[in-house]
Antibody, heavy 116, light 107 residues
Framework: QVQLQESGPGLVKPSETLALTCTVS????????WSWIRQTPGKRLEWFGN???????NYNPSLKSRVTMSVDMSKKQFSLKLTSVTAADTAVYYC??????????WGQGTLVTVSS | DIQMTQSPSSLPASVGDRVTITCRAS??????LAWYQQKPGKAPKLLVY???RLEVGVPSRFAGSRSGTNYILTISSLQPEDFATYYC?????????FGQGTRLEMK
């Protein structure tokens, strides 16, 4: 059973960079896409993008200028960086595996608050 | 970008009821539609993908279908554990947007 676990700071200052890592266990990263999603305090879900195990990315155009995703196969991790954060970036951030059809395995989520 | 309009936003229901939730896509998404269930404090859980394929382990009272650009999630006989929030998501072409969610609540 594939398991994912997000990690990173729970508090980020405005204008700084949010950085999260997702560690994959119980399965291989090869051959799969890996995704980041966030859920706002109002419960809206927003798709950030996918990264293929080879490093190819697809970003949401609404966030593209601020988002970078990367993958480290040796550590079985993939990462998200979001620059120039504001209070509007306060959310629960999830990592997930994209099967090619849907997000079939999810991490438990991590709350990130943007505040000075 | 493809917009997903989900309705209703809330749905009062009772155990044993048959309920339907609808997602309308702003353009053809060729059955590239998934449904998720989310309970408070938990991550969403995949129920249905490619419009009508049930994820392994999901009870058969859940069913996905399509009518034109409308995608429908049906729960045939509501169980106590089904009270949750349900989301649709298209995976036709990025960005893979979600519906606004439907909160299924006890009547």
């Amino acid at each position: 059973q594939v398991q994912l676990q997000e990690s990173g700071p729970g508090l980020v200052k405005p204008s700084e960079t949010l950085a999260l890592t997702c560690t994959v266990s119980g399965g291989s990263m090869s051959g799969h896409y890996w995704s980041w999603i966030r859920q706002t305090p109002g419960k809206r879900l927003e798709w950030f993008g996918n990264i293929y195990y080879s490093g190819i990315t697809n970003y949401n155009p609404s966030l593209k200028s601020r988002v970078t995703m990367s993958v480290d196969m040796s550590k079985k991790q993939f990462s998200l960086k979001l620059t120039s954060v504001t209070a509007a970036d306060t959310a629960v951030y999830y990592c997930a595996r994209y099967s090619g059809y849907a997000l079939d395995f999810w991490g438990q989520g991590t709350l990130v608050t943007v505040s000075s | 970008d493809i917009q997903m309009t989900q309705s209703p936003s809330s749905l009062p229901a009772s155990v044993g009821d048959r309920v339907t939730i609808t997602c309308r896509a702003s353009q053809d998404i060729a059955n590239s539609l998934a449904w998720y269930q989310q309970k408070p404090g938990k991550a969403p859980k995949l129920l249905v993908y490619v419009a009508s394929r049930l994820e392994v382990g999901v009870p058969s009272r859940f069913a996905g279908s399509r009518s034109g650009t409308n995608y429908i999630l049906t729960i045939s006989s509501l169980q106590p554990e089904d009270f949750a929030t349900y989301y649709c998501q298209h995976t036709y072409t990025p960005p893979y947007s979600f519906g606004q969610g439907t909160r299924l609540e006890m009547k």
